[in-house]
């Protein structure tokens, strides 16, 4: 009996959903799905295509990047994942892409403003671009370092990993979480399509000023505030 299907059907789905919205080329990106109860994360194999991806490819491992279940070699960035899993004990999924306007922000070392009510919508902070490795973290262990340069900018810039679910890695590109590894992959699309918004808002004008204060309070809060009234309370 694989005590770990369940996992790897949530991870291969964010898997083949990435692929889908577009956010990956060839087989750059992953999604990792965490296990909190038995302390394990299912990642995607590494440069696997997805027309072949299966299930039962997903690989499991443990917070300190020790392979539990699984015949192929976890995804490059594995070490990046473990490291968010075990600091940040309040997310359930993480998904890494080299998505075109996510990387061009990233590589311009820039936060994305709040131009918007689509950003603000999602969160009211400017997403957070965290600045290029230092080169001692670049010659050591690279992909454990990445979560390490993650967590300094979340430290530096007093964010909340709950309320902002998205970095910018300097000159690198994009990781994003949430409370599963479906989550993750929407706040991948989310990302991506705001990136998208602010570079064409910057050429329209260059000048653009950003989202007034009580605008970014008022769309933020009526989806996640305590009184939000965005969409529908379903039944089942």
Same mark, same amino acid.
């Given at each position: 009996?694989?005590? !770990?299907?369940?996992?790897?059907?949530?991870? !291969?789905?964010?898997?083949?959903?990435?692929?889908?919205?577009?956010?990956? $080329?060839?087989?750059?990106?992953? $999604?990792?799905?965490?296990?909190?109860?038995?302390?394990?994360?299912?990642?995607?194999?590494?440069?696997?295509?997805?027309?072949?991806?299966?299930?039962?490819?997903?690989?499991?491992?443990?917070?300190?990047?020790?392979?539990?279940?699984?015949?192929?070699?976890?995804?490059?960035?594995?070490?990046?994942?473990?490291?968010? !899993?075990?600091?940040?004990?309040?997310?359930?999924?993480?998904?890494? @892409?080299?998505?075109?306007?996510? &990387?061009?922000?990233?590589?311009?070392?820039? %936060?994305?403003? &709040?131009?918007?009510?689509?950003?603000? %919508?999602?969160?009211?902070?400017?997403?957070?671009?965290?600045?290029?490795?230092? %080169?001692?973290?670049?010659?050591?262990?690279?992909?454990?370092?990445?979560?390490?340069?993650?967590?300094?900018?979340?430290?530096?810039?007093?964010?909340?990993?709950?309320?902002?679910?998205?970095?910018?890695?300097?000159?690198?590109?994009?990781?994003?979480?949430?409370?599963?590894?479906?989550?993750?992959?929407?706040?991948?699309? &989310?990302?991506? @399509?705001?990136?998208?918004?602010?570079?064409?808002?910057?050429?329209?004008?260059?000048?653009?000023? #950003?989202?007034? %204060?009580?605008?970014?309070?008022?769309?933020?809060? #009526?989806?996640?505030?305590?009184?939000? !009234?965005?969409?529908?309370?379903?039944?089942?």
């Amino acid at each position: 009996m694989n005590t !770990y299907k369940e996992l790897q059907r949530e991870c !291969y789905e964010a898997n083949m959903q990435l692929d889908a919205l577009k956010l990956v $080329v060839y087989t750059f990106g992953n $999604v990792s799905a965490v296990d909190r109860d038995k302390g394990v994360f299912a990642i995607k194999p590494s440069g696997v295509p997805y027309d072949i991806l299966k299930p039962e490819d997903m690989v499991i491992l443990d917070f300190d990047a020790n392979i539990i279940e699984g015949r192929l070699r976890p995804s490059s960035d594995t070490k990046t994942h473990a490291y968010l !899993y075990k600091n940040w004990e309040n997310i359930g999924g993480i998904s890494h @892409t080299h998505a075109i306007y996510s &990387v061009a922000w990233a590589q311009a070392q820039m %936060d994305i403003p &709040v131009f918007g009510t689509t950003h603000a %919508d999602h969160l009211t902070t400017d997403i957070p671009c965290a600045p290029p490795m230092r %080169d001692e973290l670049i010659e050591g262990n690279y992909e454990y370092n990445t979560g390490i340069q993650i967590l300094e900018c979340f430290k530096e810039k007093q964010l909340s990993p709950e309320e902002v679910e998205m970095v910018l890695i300097g000159n690198h590109g994009p990781f994003t979480w949430g409370k599963n590894a479906e989550k993750a992959v929407y706040n991948s699309k &989310v990302l991506e @399509t705001i990136a998208e918004m602010a570079y064409l808002t910057r050429q329209i004008n260059p000048d653009a000023e #950003r989202l007034k %204060d009580s605008l970014i309070k008022k769309h933020y809060e #009526r989806k996640h505030g305590k009184n939000a !009234y965005y969409g529908q309370e379903f039944k089942h």
